[in-house]
């Protein structure tokens, strides 16, 4: 049982992670298809409040995943 629900556990984890990974990579299109007459203010304000946070809870989750995993052992 113990098994099972580790497993389902780490594939919440995948699907969690890859929505992260998502979103990061349409952020990463947006601020490359800004116009530059929208200025690097709005590139350095999506960078800070969108980019950042997402790629540090990315760092984290993978950092959970890597427990669960070696837990799991």
Do not use: Y
Request: no cysteine.
């Amino acid at each position: 049982m113990a098994i099972i629900l580790i497993e389902e556990v780490l594939m919440g984890l995948d699907a969690v992670k890859v929505s992260l990974e998502e979103a990061l990579t349409v952020l990463d299109v947006l601020v490359e298809d800004l116009s530059p007459a929208l200025g690097e203010g709005l590139r350095t304000a999506l960078e800070h409040t969108l980019r950042q946070p997402l790629r540090s809870r990315l760092e984290v989750l993978e950092h959970l995943q890597a427990t669960v995993d070696a837990r799991a052992a």
